[in-house]
């Protein structure tokens, strides 16, 4: 097979959530456990940390990454979905997984996992592992795929877990509650293993401190001794951080919420010099300070991340933002709100799976619309986004796909207008694939 049937393969011939949603869904580890021992336990044979949470394992997951190659670390990481290309989702030191690697692991290995009817996530992850052992890597960043305690990510043993916040989303899997929902996130805590929690809520961190308790793994709640002093966006459109220990950081990656996520990640850092990965840089915190300062400014070249507050062009200002649920836009609302422009174009489309009403409570009123659908058949019909969002007081027409609603907003958008796409990775996937 080529590359391109290769991944159409694995798009279309087995169940990909991604794509189909529930039925797209497997629950359980025995299709991870089978596939681990026949690969002979990968993971074993490399240091990894664990990336869960709600919103910001992305951000968190790549800068982590980007932290440990300046640290001269063989890194791998894992991380979903794609926006562009499947290669997206397994990099080494930044560079995607090589189309050849894809091909011939699909053609060797479909013999075994097909009787097992997996999920695209189950055999994606295990090709990841697989392949970080074969490049021998120092150190892998995985980010957990859908929860926590069945997802497929969840039979590694790693030097530390990251949990960022928690917030409504995928309440069909994981509950209808915060609690509900903390208690799947919390099934990555592993004995003895330290954990950092980024935010919590009241209902969350009794379900957080209870699980470290019951496995005996050091916890460090982020918020509660701030790294980050204050956060400021800077010129040229990321942030600029004053921290308790590693002096000013500029980070290259703009949205509000990154100085949550800075947050934590810094107090990850500080847990990683306890451990081997980082434990060479324990007493030498001015250098450590310099890789810091290096990575936040290039995390996006270093690691290849797309779609978190990216700035795409200027007069007219054109950002795109992953950000898909309550969580995501209580920021993203805040900052669209506190843009200088004349006028506010929005792009706009959701899958179905999302509390579509919430997040519309927080949507600027003043802008103008261009309601749409990803390609996905997940996707809401742009007419049902834009009726639901009549109800809420937002105005604008509908599109049959995400180039045209963007072609049509920066026709009518002035040079000192500002244009946003958002609502789903979805979206953010196909205007990168197609508009830009």
Known sequence: MTYKETTEYLFT???????????????????????DEHFGHPHRNYRTIHVGGTNGKGSCAH????????????TGLYTSPHLVDFRERIRI??????????????????????????????????????????????VAVIEVGLGGRLDCTNIITPT?????????DHTQFLGDTLEKIAGEKAGIIK????????????????????????????????EDHPE???????????????????????????????????NTILHAVSQLTNT???????????????????????VTEITGLMGRWQKIQERPTVVCDAGHNTGGWKYISRQLENMPCKQLHIVFGMVDDKDISSVMDMMPSKAKYYFTKADSKRALHENTVKQLAASHGLTGDSYPD???????????????????????CYVIADFLKSCI
């Open 160 to 168: 530390l877990s990251v949990i960022t916040n928690i917030s409504f």
């Open 228 to 262: 980050v002093t204050a956060a400021t966006p800077s010129e040229d459109g990321g942030m600029v951080y004053e921290t308790a220990h590693w002096g000013r950081i500029n980070g290259e990656l703009g949205g509000m919420y990154q100085a949550c996520n800075t």
């Open 191 to 222: 004995s003895g293993i330290p954990v950092v929690i980024g935010e919590t809520t009241e209902e969350t961190r009794p379900v957080f401190s209870r699980k470290a308790e019951e496995a005996g793994a050091p916890i460090i709640f982020a």
């Open 402 to 424: 995400v180039s045209t609603a963007y072609r049509a907003a920066l026709e009518i958008a002035g040079e000192d207008d500002v244009i946003f796409v958002g609502g789903s």
């Open 93 to 138: 030191d930044g560079q995607p997984i090589s189309e050849d690697y894809v091909v011939d692991f699909v053609e060797r290995e479909r013999s075994f996992f097909e009787p097992l009817y997996p999920s695209f996530f189950e055999v994606t992850t295990a090709m990841a592992l697989r392949y970080f052992s074969d490049m021998k890597v120092d």
């Open 276 to 298: 081997s990965v980082l434990g060479k840089y324990h007493d030498k915190p001015e250098t450590l300070s310099e890789i810091l300062r290096k990575a936040f400014a290039g």
């Open 13 to 35: 011939r087995i169940p990909m959530f991604e794509r189909q949603g529930a039925s797209g869904y497997k629950e359980g580890l025995a299709n991870t456990l089978a596939l």
């Open 63 to 74: 800068t982590l990454a980007a932290i440990l190659q300046q640290c001269g670390l063989k």
